[in-house]
């Protein structure tokens, strides 16, 4: 069988920096990707603006040039484009990893530390994948790079109705929502953005958020538009207050009781409950890495429900088995951005490559 280097798992920034890495280094390496190039961004709203300025999403020393101060979702889908045929790397897409397991190596290769990329005793990784049209094949490695990101799992609620057809985790486009009434529930950048959107695209946003405030996260140009909206009342908030079912047309909700305000907009803390009419409902309650498939892997978790790791090389508690980019920040997501991700997969090549 073959057995290459390295295998990540992921084809946003933090995995594609790994895999400039290795080619740079002439390791044999091999990326799968579930859906399409940077899948994270490519599902962000169309018209989404990031935080932060063009350099800092910049890899493989490849420069990202932009009229504008922040750059656009479509420049960034442009730029990684770019870097993929720059360095011609090897993606395979619509493969979805099903297991990462450690087997024997039977190749009569060396899979120790004297091996190319070795990581340790004579075992290799089996990775397991489906494609998109549902064929099923193992590729193995010596070693696994988890790149997994975490915009592919939203947080969920855990409450009735959940699953019910108008309920969304993932905002697009605010035009389906003229004139309808929406219930959006988060305190973060995705709620803020989506409110204003609707809003303007003529929605009746109502925004639900268990804590007292918006998050301190919000992006600096979003946060007094949207709290001059509510304090006018043309979006209404609802602060201190939880989801307790999701119906067909409707969202009950139970504040806080905790005395607030409520916020601006809000109803104050009186501990009630309230019906608020719904034509659809936007759980923008953030997302985690697959710390399923982290786990079945072998890999233990600490009480963030992150990956135990070391930091300076980011190999888990399975030798050879590294994770990179968001897949190392648990339920702490605000901490990894591609700002510091993108070097990651640098030094996991660098730690792979001086094994062997």
Known sequence: MTVRDVIIVGAGPSGLSAAIAAKR???????????????????????????????????????????????????????????????????????????VEREPNGSGEP????????????????????????????????????AIGYYDHPVLIGVPGEDLPHVHHYYGEPHPHYRQRVVIVGGGNSAAE???????????????????????????????????RMKEGSIAARFNTCV??????????????????????????????????????????????????????????????APVHDPETFETSVPGLFVAGGAIAGVDTGTIFIENGRFHGEKIIEVIARRG
Request: proline share 6%; aromatic share 8%.
């Open 25 to 99: 280094r002439d390791l044999e390496y091999q990326v799968l990707e579930q859906g399409v190039l940077v899948n994270s961004i490519y599902r962000f709203p169309p018209q989404m603006v990031f935080f932060t300025t063009p350099e800092l999403l910049e890899i493989g020393g490849l420069p990202f040039v932009s009229p504008f101060e922040k750059p656009t979702r479509a420049e960034a889908l442009k730029y990684y484009r770019r870097v993929v045929d720059a360095y011609d790397l090897q993606i395979a897409y619509a493969e979805t990893v099903l297991s």
């Open 111 to 146: 899979g120790g530390p004297g091996g190319a990329g070795g990581s340790g005793g004579d075992t290799v990784f089996a990775v397991e994948t489906r494609s998109g049209r549902g064929v099923r094949r193992v590729r193995h490695a010596r070693n696994v790079v988890m």
């Open 194 to 228: 989506s409110a204003l959107e609707m809003f303007r695209a003529g929605a009746h946003v109502t925004l639900v958020h268990r804590a007292p405030t918006l998050k301190s996260t919000i992006k600096y140009w979003l946060r007094p538009d949207l709290e001059n």
């Open 244 to 305: 307790k079912e999701i119906r067909p047309t409707s969202v009950i909700v139970r504040s806080g009781g905790s005395g607030g305000s409520g916020g601006p907009g809000g109803p104050g803390g009186s501990g009630g409950e309230e019906e608020i009419p719904a034509d659809a409902v936007y759980l923008l309650t953030g997302y985690r890495a697959d710390t399923d498939l982290l786990v079945r892997a072998g890999v233990t978790l600490n009480d963030r429900q």
